[in-house]
């Protein structure tokens, strides 16, 4: 009988053993996604019913953000003229076209106090007008995780009669620091031919922590093929 249990209980003790690394293993995983959770900052969409009365933009609204951080409680709205003629730009075309693209940044625990305003324009179009934010932006981020969330904006601005690139620009706001990334959307001719593409990162990414100008570049190639 003895020497029936001696084998049995040697089994036991080499699954006990086996178990209790996996077991750390789990603690370890829901630990470091507690940690990660704390460091996020998480925005929410908004539609214009939820948007403070008191807040006044121009054109129509696209897309509007919410979040909190260190600073308070932010929202980030997007909003667009459509196609129309602004008598404030001179017009050499009968014809011809505006559009205007807005972004704005309010603080709405201090009085809705706007912290940066960003405008763009396509102006006497009498062809094909491009421009539009695209349309998984904005995107709040933390990279530097020092509380302050990092507001990513990109979308195209042209006017053409021809399949050509168009000027393509990367925004991003810290605060109200300003971050850009100005270029042209990348086009396919045929099986191997590509025109435009191309980039130049501000002076400000300079000083800035190396994270930012990565996630840059990393935007810039996911969307620059995106006509």
């Known amino acids: 009988m003895r020497k029936l249990l001696l084998p049995f209980c040697f089994l036991i003790l080499i699954f006990i053993i086996s178990c209790n690394p996996k077991e750390q293993n789990q603690t370890n995983e829901i630990e470091t996604k507690d940690i990660d959770k704390k460091d996020s900052i998480i925005a ?12 006044v933009y121009n054109g129509n ?18 909003s667009e003229s459509g196609y129309h003629r602004n008598e404030k730009f001179k017009h050499e075309f009968d014809d011809s076209a505006d559009f205007e693209l807005f972004a704005y940044h ?62 393509l620009k990367l925004i991003m706001y810290e605060g109200n620091k300003k971050y850009a990334m100005r270029g042209e959307n990348k086009i396919q001719f045929g099986a191997n031919e590509y025109i435009g593409g191309e980039y130049k990162l501000d002076k400000a990414f300079d ?19 995106k006509n």
């Not at 609204?61 to 997007?78: C, P, R, S």
């Not at 932006?137 to 990092?150: R, S």
């Not at 994270?211 to 810039?220: R, S, T």
Request: aromatic share 12%; proline share 5%.
């Open 44 to 55: 929410v969409e908004v539609d214009s019913a939820q948007i403070p009365k008191s807040i």
């Open 106 to 167: 309010f603080n709405l625990d201090k009085n809705n106090l706007q912290i940066w305003k960003m405008y763009d324009f396509v102006a006497d179009c009498p062809v094909d007008i491009e421009a539009e934010f695209y349309p998984q932006f904005p995107i709040i981020t933390d990279l530097d995780k020092n509380g302050i969330a990092e507001v990513w904006i990109m979308y195209k601005v042209g006017c053409h009669g021809d399949v050509s690139p168009v000027n």
């Open 207 to 225: 000083s800035a922590p190396s994270v930012f100008k990565d996630y840059a570049i990393q935007l810039w190639k996911e969307n620059v093929y």
């Open 61 to 78: 609204l696209k897309k509007a953000v919410q979040w909190k951080d260190k600073v308070g409680d932010n929202l980030v709205i997007l």
